[in-house]
């Protein structure tokens, strides 16, 4: 199959790749790119461990072809800080030990991030619905409930 | 007991891995890259049972790109395990010359350019088996028409052990009442969200340097030596971040052993990850048990004796499975003071996925039988089972006959605080029940299986000119927080704050040996190494502080805040970063450094000290479906004197959710050995809209054995929640839960049946 040029933004910045119209966008990503703060952790779109924001929208980057996303904006979890402040998502993990082993932070972040762009004074199963698609094997989720939680409520400001 | 005020300890700090964890900074075995690496793949064994007669690799090395295939042949053919000081146990070749013994055992590995030339020349191998019979359950291997999956091991048993004290039989002729049940305990996939992963890259030099997504750096740089024919001092094992171990990630896998072999033979870096399908049918599982109890007690409630036969369905090979049939047998009897106890275990092999180590290491199955038996006898005899848990609990001072002693126990605290807490809550609803659980775990093994000849942990403190700490420790942060929870514990003996010390772990070329992380070990023995080496340090500058201030030699000092000052009189003293400055003047350039370690000696056979806890589950049930909510969960727990605040909650939420999925979602079904759920759309974990709310109350208590009295977390809390769970279906329905997971089916068939039961009388 020949390659196809894509032309996208990640992290606010603008990149041209040649790809196989069949790559993923977490292949490119990750193995193009070299954003591994992104993780996978399962072939069947299950774990969103791969989640990034594509145009200000949670998606998980296994599930899409890169050349889907021509044109378009990628946010990955290195793309949340601004010149070395954490974003409110950030901090507030931080504050509530809302991670372990760390695996799946960065897909529960985005996943996390898109939901408080647009969540006005979410209750909290509305909170655990948008992590829903989040697999986190060691924290049992309540301390990233509380985070996100606490983030909603204007506890942390953008710096 | 009054403790003294800490600085450091048990407040609020953020985990000292945390910026690199939320801004994806944090590099795992997963992210490894290197110039001019290879991508390995592992073809894997179709059958259960099964001799390898011939392998074909032609077509797959006329691949281009393909730069290696491997079979056992192109190995030592060393028989590994990690009960490494008994030979009979070591019975894994991980790329095996002879045959195959379950579904997904390698065979062969490949190395190419590419993951996808890999992968596309697995299909290109030809292996000539020749099938044999197999047998997948322990009752049926353990028969003597059973195929032998181990040639010259009888019956298929694979280890048994005995556990007993007292006299039983005199015991449980004192006992009033004696019940007897037959449990099914399950597996349960350790999942971790870092599938196995490996990088090794072997160079001219003879030197071996993986990178492993392990649990122990030390076990894995013992055992790639061991079957690879190198020196361990030759072997470096990197593990900086870990995603996940849960007691899966401290054996010898095929990650590691199949890339290590390709790199030596191509003196390139190789790296290996499973795939997550890989990961469910190839790495290792919660240990399937089979339980029978009997127990007999007195019509006052006073627990007599206990007798206990367990088949573990081993799997293929011994692993840590070994382990889990002494652990589970001990925690059985926990946390209750038994007259006469016995029990036998018999672990048994199977021709399915070798079963192992996981969170909880055995007790969660005992606890399922155990718990469960004793609200069904309560009920039997109208007792009630808080009394009988707080009449026949563990109290401080007790001695399990020849087993351990117990120096610390909040468990009657722990039964009070929940008896409050569930009747506060009142009366429920129909179908609704809560149920309780009560249990204990250890701190950490004092066996030594492994035959390591080094202490159990070690660390080394560097004090450098600015008062800045290296601290170098063995133990494993496998994201259980461990390397946070050192920290708090070199800043606080060492009077300094979290900012200055830098911890480094997960390197066997830097750090010094210590068994890793399992066992719930690492807050207690490289807790109390990192305290001794910290106070070695502080010990070395207080000494030329009671040079510099020129004081009485009958004075105390201590830093505290970076503060060194006269105990009885604080105002006086001088800054720590001045004291360093001059100590280092003083002893011609030589920096401060601190050694510690940890070796249990006379703590019994098991542990040296034991946390308590019990726990309460309020679930409910749809009797029409059998579908079950769980409504909330709270644990009173006793883990001594807390060290990480955060990291404890998180600890104790995180066991809460995979004890949950244990109880009820989690399950492996099997058809003729192959493994019916391999991917995370079948196999069913807990998720955030179905976790509840898991609150903890703390009970203060002491342990003189732990580094600032503290003892095991976070994973003696898988423990209690699948009885507990039983114990609320059993309350809300009157039914018996006898088989782990409690599914909706399961319930239904139990509503059935009990409604038959009903319709005779």
Redesign the interface.
């Known amino acids: 199959m020949e390659k196809q040029k894509l032309s996208f933004k990640v992290n606010n910045d603008e990149y041209e790749v040649y790809i196989h119209p069949k790559t993923l966008l977490v292949e490119v990503i990750r193995d193009h790119l070299g954003f591994t703060g992104t993780k996978r952790g399962c072939e069947t779109v299950s774990c969103g461990a791969c989640t990034v924001n594509v145009n200000g929208a949670s998606v998980k980057s296994c599930s899409v072809l890169a050349i889907q996303c021509e044109g378009m904006e990628v946010t990955t979890v290195e793309g949340l800080e601004k010149n070395g402040k954490l974003s409110p998502i950030q901090k507030s993990f931080l504050d509530h030990g809302s991670y372990q082993c760390g695996f799946c932070t960065p897909g529960m972040l985005m996943s996390a991030s898109a939901f408080i762009a647009e969540a006005k004074d979410p209750t909290k199963d509305q909170i655990k619905e948008s992590i829903e698609g989040n697999v986190c094997r060691c924290t049992g989720y309540n301390s990233i409930v509380r985070a996100i939680e606490a983030v909603t409520q204007g506890k942390y400001k953008e710096e | 007991m009054s403790h003294a005020k800490y600085n450091v300890i048990n407040t609020h700090v953020?985990?000292i891995?945390?910026?690199?964890?939320?801004?994806?900074?944090?590099?795992?075995t997963?992210?490894v890259t290197l110039p001019g690496m290879l991508y390995g793949k592992i073809l894997r064994s179709p059958h259960p049972h099964a001799k390898i007669k011939n392998i074909d690799a032609t077509a797959a090395l006329a691949l281009p790109g393909v730069k290696i295939v491997v079979t056992g042949k192109d190995t030592l053919g060393i028989k590994q395990g990690i009960w490494r000081r008994y030979e009979e146990l070591c019975d894994e070749q991980v790329l095996p010359l002879e045959k195959v013994r379950y579904i997904g055992e390698p065979v062969a590995a490949v190395a190419a350019v590419t993951e996808e030339i890999a992968e596309a020349a697995l299909d290109l191998i030809e292996v000539d088996y020749e099938v044999l019979p197999a047998v997948y359950e322990p009752l049926e291997a353990i028969k003597k028409e059973a195929p032998t999956i181990h040639e010259g091991v009888e019956r298929n048993v694979n280890v048994t052990r005995h556990i007993e004290w007292g006299d039983v039989d005199e015991a449980f002729d004192e006992a009033d009442y004696i019940r007897e049940d037959w449990f099914k305990c399950s597996g349960q996939a350790h999942?971790?969200?870092?599938?196995r992963a490996a990088m090794s890259n072997f160079t001219p030099d003879g030197k071996l340097t993986c990178w492993a997504s392990t649990q122990s750096a030390y076990y894995t740089q013992g055992l790639l030596a061991g079957v690879l024919g190198l020196r361990e001092g030759d072997v470096r094992v990197l593990a900086p971040?870990?995603?996940?171990g849960?007691g899966g990630k401290f054996e010898l896998d095929a990650a590691m052993f199949c890339s290590a072999v390709m790199s030596m033979k191509l003196f390139k870096p190789v790296k290996v990850v499973f795939?997550?399908?890989e990961d469910f049918i190839a790495s290792k599982r919660r240990t399937p048990m089979f339980y029978y109890v009997r127990t007999g007690i007195k019509k006052d409630g006073t627990f007599c004796a206990r007798e206990s036969r367990m088949f573990s369905n081993g799997g293929a090979y011994t692993g840590m499975g070994a382990t889990a049939l002494y652990l589970s047998g001990f925690f059985h009897s926990f946390p209750y003071k038994w007259r006469g106890y016995r029990y036998d275990g018999y672990r048994v092999y199977t021709n399915t996925l070798p079963s192992t180590s996981m969170r909880g290491f055995g007790a969660p199955q005992a606890m399922f039988c155990s718990e469960q038996q004793i609200d069904w006898i309560c009920a039997d005899l109208g007792l009630d089972p808080f009394e009988v848990r707080r009449k026949n609990g563990h109290t401080e001072g007790y001695e399990v006959p020849g087993q351990a002693f117990i120096a610390s126990c909040g468990l009657k605290q722990c039964i009070d605080e929940i008896e409050k807490w569930v009747k506060a809550k009142g009366e429920l609803p129909a179908n609704r029940g809560i149920g309780i659980s009560s249990c204990g775990f250890m701190s950490g093994g004092i066996f030594n299986w492994f035959d390591s000849p080094y202490s159990f942990s070690s660390a080394v403190v560097t004090i450098n000119v600015d008062g800045t700490v290296e601290l170098h420790v063995g133990c494993q942060d496998?994201?259980?927080?461990s390397n946070t929870t050192m920290a708090i514990i070199a800043a606080e003996t060492l009077g300094v704050k979290m900012e200055d010390i830098r911890v480094h772990s997960g390197d066997t070329a830097h750090c010094p040996a210590d068994l890793g992380a399992w066992g719930s070990r690492q807050t207690l023995m490289a807790g109390n190494a990192v305290k001794m080496a910290c106070e070695d340090a502080k010990k070395q500058l207080l000494e030329f502080a009671y040079a510099e201030m020129g004081i009485n030699i009958v004075y105390d000092l201590d830093i505290k805040d970076r503060w060194v000052h006269i105990v009885a009189r604080p105002e006086r003293g001088l800054p720590y970063v001045d004291l360093v400055k001059k100590a280092l003047r003083a002893k011609d350039g030589q920096r401060i450094m601190g050694r510690g370690y940890y070796t249990p000696h006379r703590k019994g056979m098991i542990s040296p000290a034991y946390s308590y806890m019990m726990q309460a589950v309020d679930a409910e049930v749809d009797p029409e479906t059998g579908k079950i909510t769980i409504h909330e969960v709270m644990t009173a727990h006793d883990c001594g004197q807390p060290i990480n605040q955060?990291?404890l909650?998180?600890?104790l939420?995180?066991?809460?959710?995979?004890a949950l999925g244990y109880a009820y979602l989690e399950d492996m079904p099997m058809e003729d050995g192959k493994l019916m759920n391999p991917?995370?759309?079948d196999y069913k974990?807990?998720?955030?809209?179905q976790?509840p709310?898991?609150g903890i109350i703390e009970i203060d208590t002491y342990e003189p054995e732990g580094p600032y009295g503290a003892k095991e977390a976070g994973e003696g809390l898988t423990n209690p929640t699948a009885a507990a769970l039983g114990n609320a279906i059993y309350n809300a329905m009157g039914i018996q839960m006898k088989e782990l997971p409690i599914t909706p089916e399961r319930i239904l068939k139990a509503l059935r049946e009990k409604k038959e039961q009903e319709a005779q009388k």
């Open positions: 953020h985990n891995d945390g910026v690199a964890k939320v801004t994806g900074r944090a590099t795992y997963f992210d999942m971790c969200m870092e599938t971040y870990v995603g996940g849960f795939t997550r399908e496998i994201g259980q927080g955060l990291g909650i998180g600890q939420e995180g066991a809460a959710s995979m991917n995370l759309v974990v807990i998720k955030a809209p976790m709310e898991a």
